[in-house]
């Protein structure tokens, strides 16, 4: 079947449909651009037909872009020399949207076009709007769940199907920021009244005829392609336009700190573009891209967050013959921060939530995060007061455990004490049905060692949030050593419910993602006690993409947390716990009574309101500057192997199962930076051969928390790479 049809009836309208078969959204293809072209020019070269709508065969959508898994290959499909192979194809894209634009016009005298229009029911993202932007006039329907916009940016690309050069030119760089720089989506009345459509009307399809039938030679000219055209907000080089562009890098630095390379090519095609005719432009833009596409980052992006990420939503990893074990009445234990954000976005999800606390006033109190979340939603205009209403109805605030009679699953987000967790396991257990699942939000403690308080450990599992729960996406669910199938498809289930996206691991210390972060603030600890400015650790970090250094992280975190966390981790280690100078300076912290952001003082000084003020200079007391301060590389390089060998060993150990996990964990639980793709993308970016050579020589100058792991040094020796070792979707094809 076509993904683009034509239709033609007798007024002279001619409709071109784009519905791709078996999708619940169209995204553009190879295929599909063929087929467009070809309609394109059918329509253009009928004399019967005297406009074009193009419209979509999906109820409720347009398109949502790009198959993204063809831009993952695009670079591999792009013949012997893939810059030149890309940038053709991208061309090639330009030319269709630029022959749809002109309609057949005469070059001169701008008449003799064809109008067309495109008629949206709905969502158009991507390319999905990129080509109705080529369009004369863009109609859209009054569904208020539609969303328009440019997002690429998001996965580490940006709009090279002219969407950057056009979107520019019709709204000028600083209107067209916000939709090219952040990838926002606005529904139809913001995209209306920021210039990106033209109307929104009940039956864009009927108007969008009407239209077509009735446009004059001048309603179809852009303005661009007018005489005496000039640019909103000025030229880059006028006085009005000047300004604009310094601002926008100066925010593009301050919030990419240069780690992001789209963003500083999408402001270089935008900002070139504007100095030259539209058709040089397009050049501009397709060399940017082209830019871009070659950069390893965009193809580790767009695998991490967009085809895993969307691979774990739908449950690649979870259990082929479970039966659906979606979650109908939820029982959480604690109404502390953690249980009250679980009864939030488990009530925003539909599920009837009994929220356990020690007495009425505790449980109460954690019902009332969910009522203040929604007054905030309220003064926003995004919750009704019915919806508020229903959502509170959801969930019984209670210290009574017989509440939990029916539950079909149960988290527990008591007190991090193994006896208090065990003791609340036998409670419940005696209480909740048999085939109840019973799963803990400990962030550290062995989930086999706390089934063993369960009569049912097959049913036991854990459910790892992030705090805060409602913000965070990624949920860590682990398995413990007798954790069944049913249990862990419940868990995955119940994840899908709530929106979130989740990675499953095998039982071990610190599991996965604390694992990681862990020796990430160790690291950075460290150094302080070897006399390294904090700032210069932070910066270090943000500049590789981190959204806060480590060291800024322990004082959101706590340090009083990080105490606790060594002391555990001692007494469970005994001899075998590799102690450091890291140890004596939270410990220190700790006595000093500086326990980060929560007491107003820490790694920082605050002010009254709790605001960060600068970086503590007393700790130099201690722990002396020194005078000669390392490389930044060198900083930069003991941050990410610290955390990218937990992951190679948690991937050598079993903890990790998929590779996909371990990065899409890693991006989504600690912001590793984005732009690798995660940690073991980011290995297979510099190569397994060098990070094996780094790591030997990081080992002998800072100790054997780098040694290479065997893994790696096989990797090394064999020329491999994760992904080419270990990607899943390989072994299926």
Known sequence: MAEFTLTKDADGVATITWDVPGKTMNVMSFTGLEELNACIDDALADDAVKGIVVTSGKEGSFAGGMDLNLLAVMKEQAGDDPAKGLFEGTMQMHALLRKIERAGMDKKTNKGGKPIASALPGTAAGIGLELPLATHRIFVSENPKAKYGLPEILVGIFPGAGGTTRLARKLGAMGASPLLLEGKMLDAKKAKGAGLVDEVVADPVAVAREWVLNAKDADIVKPWDAKGYKIPGGAPYSPAGFPTFVGAAAMVHGKTQGAFPAAKALLSAVYE?????????????????????????????????????????????????????????????????????????????????????????????????????????????????????????????????????????????????????????????????????????????????????????????????????????????????????????????????????????????????????????????????????????????????????????????????????????????????PASEADDLIVWMEEEGRLGRKANAGYFDYDEKGKRTGYWKGIHDKYPLADEQPDLIEVQERLMFAQVLEAVRALEEGVVEDIREADVGAILAWGFAPWSGGPLSWLDIIGAPYAAERCDQLAEKYGERFACPPLLREMAEKGQTFYGRFNPEAKAA
């Open 273 to 577: 573009g504007l100095l030259v005719d539209f058709d040089n432009a397009l050049k501009i833009e397709a060399r940017w891209f082209t830019s871009v596409l070659m950069n390893p980052s965009s193809g580790a992006m767009i695998r991490s967050l967009f085809l895993n990420k969307e691979a774990l939503e739908k449950g690649a990893v979870r259990p082929k013959d479970v039966a659906d074990q979606r979650v109908k009445k939820l029982g959480v234990l604690g109404a502390g921060m953690m249980g009250a954000g679980i009864a939030l976005v488990s009530a925003q999800a539909g599920m009837e939530v009994v929220l356990i606390d020690r007495d009425q006033a505790a449980a109460d109190k954690g019902k009332a995060y969910t009522e203040v979340y929604l007054d905030k939603g309220m003064k926003r205009g995004k919750v009704t007061q019915d919806k508020k209403d229903a959502m509170l109805g959801l969930i019984t605030a209670t210290p009574d455990l017989e509440q939990l009679k029916g539950c079909d699953l149960i988290i527990e987000a008591v007190f991090e004490d193994p006896a208090v967790k065990a003791e609340m396991t036998k409670k419940v257990e005696a209480i909740i049905p048999e085939d109840c699942i019973f799963a803990s939000n400990t962030s550290t403690l062995p989930i086999t060692d706390l089934a063993k308080a369960s009569v049912r450990p097959e049913q036991f599992i854990g459910i790892h949030f992030f705090s805060p729960v409602e913000k965070m996406l990624l949920v860590e669910i682990i398995k413990g050593k007798e954790t069944g199938d049913r249990a862990v498809a419940k868990a995955l289930d119940y994840v899908r419910q709530i929106r979130k996206t989740p990675i499953v691991v095998n039982d071990a210390r610190f599991f996965y993602c604390n694992r990681c972060i862990i020796p990430y603030g160790n690291e950075a600890t460290r150094m302080i006690t070897e006399g390294v400015a904090p700032v210069l650790i932070d910066n270090a970090a943000r500049q590789l993409g981190f959204p806060v250094g480590p060291v800024q992280l322990g004082d959101e975190t706590s340090i009083d947390l990080g105490v606790r966390i060594m002391k555990a981790t001692k007494a469970a280690m005994g001899n075998a716990y």
